[in-house]
């Protein structure tokens, strides 16, 4: 089982950054891919980014540009740098862990992240 712990949420206005961070913890494979979604209010989850073990990427069209996901594997951590804030970007954002090829199951606790003036 594995466990995740985000951090990072906060208030932030349009145009503002703010950097995620997910903390995986407990026993995993060490090939797997790692994610970002988030759920806007009144709104299904939905996929922000992921990235594998290997490096690659993957972002919904929404954050192309605006969002980096990266990992720190000495500190077995995701990031989600996100700039250029908008208020569509207001959701919880939850961090997800799989083997690679696995559908996510393993889910953190979420965090809240708005954008408002």
């Known amino acids: 089982q594995v466990q995740l712990v985000e951090s990072g949420g906060g208030l932030v206005q349009p145009g503002g950054s703010l950097r995620l961070s997910c903390v995986a913890s407990?026993?995993?494979?060490?090939?797997?891919?790692m994610g970002w979604y988030r759920q806007p209010p009144g709104k299904q989850r939905e996929l922000v980014a992921t990235?594998?073990?290997?490096?690659?990427?993957n972002y919904a069209d929404s954050v192309k540009g605006r969002f980096t996901i990266s990992t720190d594997n000495t500190k077995n951590t995701v990031y989600l740098q996100m700039n250029n804030l908008k208020p569509g970007d207001t959701a919880v954002y939850y961090c997800?862990?799989?083997?690679?090829?696995?559908?996510?199951?393993?889910w953190g606790q979420g965090t809240q992240v708005t954008v408002s003036s």
């Open positions: 997800t862990w799989a083997p690679i090829g696995k559908p996510f199951n393993n």
């Open positions: 990235i594998t073990s290997g490096g690659s990427t």
């Open positions: 407990g026993s995993f494979f060490r090939i797997y891919t």
